[in-house]
């Protein structure tokens, strides 16, 4: 059954082609007139429309050129007389996916908008697979980068973090992973995943602090069409999209306090509504958090809930930092060079042991991720086949000095904390924060939010696909 329009000047005409379409189980409607037809569409669009050629003041090409410009994928069949050829070939160049001469048997009618019918749910449910292959295809490659042997370490803080995985991954419990910005929380909180009941579910993240109080509750809960400037059309939230899996939420320190209300009566009520709806949804969801605070800090702060932080707080799991699980060092290195030689062309296939006395001799502020991207540089430089002190990126001058940005005060200025920061994160998530701001500003339209940040279509669109923001 399919929503049919059926658009011509003659009334007999009009109302018999109702009749047949009817007859063979679809909906209907019809307009006496182009400019009523295209009014209709606005109303409600149709799988098909059937529209005569020959009409005034709005033809028949006028109207497929409209329709086709506003819903591409409506199909439109043309009602033509004889002698009009030129009409018929330029109604095809415009997208009229047939068309039909009069006078015609409703026989022949009948076979045309089947086929044409036929071939249009053919096409969608090709398209429903295609999509299906491309989720899977990208849910089995997380899959296998989550696996436990992407965790790295044999220290005794680290067997102590595996157990907690095996025990928490078999319950339903919420977790809140605390540890250090670069300590590994998200390849924790996918080895939690796929060691639990619900590793057949997606996993679906979402980073917290990158998003202002606004695009945070629609990333969340989901808005309906016309909730806000931009909405344009209905929208699942994360919290509907993990619906029978795990949600992580990164950085659950930064939500605002009325997202904290919300949040909460989810996790107690297992139920949402999206912005601007009324609807209630039940959702199927095991929370995972993660925080670089401290669980005294985070309850103390005065600016998260303590309700809040009890329903979260239920198995946590502490990670240690980098400078306290130093043995786990060569382990990390020999990982990420077989992880990065290949991409980075590098002879290198081991680090020697000047390599790794140097390593060992950083406090390494940013943790495990800056220890790969210094692995990564090295790489780049070395010429030979082990990585050698000579090949280590400078640890504590220049740009990598702890408190000391390139070109910077030799006191370390500039208002860096005394710990040192983590540039590659801080940067990325500035990236992602002014991604965001911009495709809220421009209203989902991604020319323009191109423009107000400089870009390039196609650089916007590598970037969104880099951090998963979806317009």
């Given at each position: 059954m399919?929503?049919?329009?059926?658009?011509?000047?003659?009334?007999?005409?009009?109302?018999?082609?109702?009749?047949?379409?009817?007859?063979r189980?679809h909906?209907?409607?019809?307009?006496?007139?182009?400019?009523?037809g295209?009014?209709?569409?606005?109303?409600?669009?149709?799988?098909?429309v059937?529209?005569?050629?020959?009409?005034?003041?709005?033809?028949?090409?006028e109207?497929?050129?409209?329709?086709?410009?506003?819903?591409?994928?409506?199909?439109v069949?043309?009602?033509?007389?004889?002698?009009?050829?030129?009409k018929?070939?330029?109604?095809m160049?415009?997208?009229?996916?047939?068309?039909?001469?009069?006078?015609f048997?409703?026989?022949?009618?009948?076979?045309?908008?089947?086929?044409?019918?036929?071939?249009?749910?053919?096409?969608?449910?090709?398209?429903?697979?295609?999509?299906?292959?491309?989720?899977?295809?990208?849910?089995?490659?997380?899959?296998?980068?989550?696996?436990?042997?992407?965790?790295?370490?044999?220290?005794?803080?680290?067997?102590?973090?595996?157990?907690?995985?095996?025990?928490?991954?078999?319950?339903?419990?919420?977790?809140?992973?605390?540890?250090?910005?670069?300590?590994?929380?998200?390849l924790?909180?996918?080895?939690?995943?796929?060691?639990?009941?619900?590793?057949?579910?997606?996993?679906?993240?979402?980073?917290?602090?990158?998003?202002s109080?606004?695009?945070?509750d629609?990333e969340?809960?989901?808005?309906?069409?016309?909730?806000?400037?931009?909405?344009?059309?209905?929208?699942?939230?994360?919290?509907?999209?993990?619906?029978?899996?795990?949600?992580?939420?990164?950085?659950?320190?930064?939500?605002?306090?009325?997202?904290?209300?919300?949040?909460?009566?989810?996790?107690?009520?297992?139920?949402?509504?999206?912005?601007?709806?009324?609807?209630?949804?039940?959702?199927?969801?095991?929370?995972?958090?993660?925080?670089n605070?401290?669980?005294?800090?985070?309850?103390?702060?005065?600016?998260?809930?303590?309700?809040?932080?009890?329903?979260?707080?239920?198995?946590?799991?502490?990670?240690?930092?980098?400078?306290?699980?130093?043995?786990?060092?060569?382990?990390?290195?020999?990982?990420?060079?077989?992880?990065?030689?290949?991409?980075?062309?590098?002879?290198?296939?081991?680090?020697?042991?000047?390599?790794?006395?140097?390593?060992?001799?950083?406090?390494?502020?940013?943790?495990v991720?800056e220890?790969?991207?210094?692995?990564?540089?090295?790489?780049?430089?070395?010429d030979?086949?082990q990585?050698?002190?000579?090949?280590?990126?400078?640890?504590?001058e220049?740009?990598?000095?702890?408190?000391?940005?390139?070109?910077?005060?030799?006191?370390?200025?500039?208002?860096?904390?005394?710990?040192?920061?983590?540039?590659?994160?801080?940067?990325?998530?500035?990236?992602?924060?002014?991604?965001?701001?911009?495709?809220?500003?421009?209203?989902?339209?991604?020319?323009e939010?191109a423009?107000?940040?400089?870009?390039?279509?196609?650089?916007?669109?590598?970037?969104?696909?880099?951090?998963?923001?979806?317009?």
């Amino acid at each position: 059954m399919a929503d049919i329009l059926i658009i011509d000047d003659h009334d007999s005409m009009r109302e018999g082609l109702e009749l047949l379409l009817r007859r063979r189980g679809h909906r209907t409607r019809s307009a006496e007139s182009g400019q009523r037809g295209l009014d209709l569409m606005e109303e409600a669009t149709a799988d098909l429309v059937i529209t005569d050629l020959k009409m005034a003041p709005l033809d028949g090409i006028e109207v497929l050129r409209r329709v086709k410009h506003a819903t591409p994928e409506t199909l439109v069949m043309v009602i033509t007389a004889h002698g009009t050829i030129e009409k018929v070939v330029e109604a095809m160049k415009l997208g009229a996916a047939d068309f039909i001469t009069k006078p015609f048997s409703s026989e022949e009618f009948g076979v045309k908008v089947d086929r044409l019918l036929a071939d249009r749910a053919e096409r969608a449910a090709l398209m429903r697979e295609n999509v299906a292959l491309r989720v899977e295809n990208t849910y089995l490659r997380e899959e296998t980068q989550a696996r436990y042997g992407e965790i790295v370490g044999e220290s005794p803080p680290m067997q102590q973090v595996f157990r907690w995985i095996d025990r928490v991954a078999r319950s339903e419990s919420t977790v809140m992973i605390y540890g250090e910005s670069g300590t590994g929380k998200e390849l924790v909180a996918r080895a939690i995943h796929a060691g639990s009941p619900r590793c057949d579910g997606p996993f679906i993240r979402v980073n917290c602090g990158a998003l202002s109080e606004s695009l945070l509750d629609s990333e969340l809960f989901g808005h309906e069409k016309g909730a806000f400037t931009g909405a344009e059309k209905k929208r699942r939230g994360r919290f509907e999209l993990a619906h029978g899996g795990t949600l992580f939420l990164d950085e659950i320190a930064t939500v605002p306090h009325t997202t904290q209300v919300r949040l909460l009566r989810v996790l107690q009520e297992r139920e949402l509504e999206r912005v601007g709806g009324e609807e209630t949804i039940p959702v199927d969801v095991r929370i995972i958090a993660a925080t670089n605070a401290t669980p005294d800090n985070l309850r103390n702060a005065g600016t998260f809930r303590e309700d809040l932080f009890y329903r979260l707080h239920v198995v946590p799991v502490t990670l240690p930092p980098l400078r306290d699980r130093k043995e786990d060092i060569p382990l990390l290195v020999h990982h990420f060079i077989e992880k990065l030689c290949d991409r980075t062309g590098s002879p290198a296939r081991a680090a020697g042991p000047g390599a790794l006395r140097r390593l060992a001799e950083y406090a390494w502020p940013g943790n495990v991720r800056e220890l790969e991207n210094i692995i990564e540089r090295a790489l780049v430089l070395a010429d030979g086949e082990q990585l050698t002190a000579e090949d280590i990126p400078p640890l504590g001058e220049d740009g990598f000095r702890r408190g000391r940005p390139a070109g910077g005060d030799e006191d370390g200025a500039q208002g860096l904390p005394p710990e040192g920061v983590d540039l590659n994160r801080a940067v990325e998530g500035m990236e992602e924060r002014l991604l965001r701001q911009a495709l809220e500003k421009a209203g989902g339209v991604k020319a323009e939010a191109a423009r107000l940040l400089g870009l390039k279509p196609s650089a916007l669109y590598y970037k969104l696909e880099k951090y998963g923001i979806e317009a």
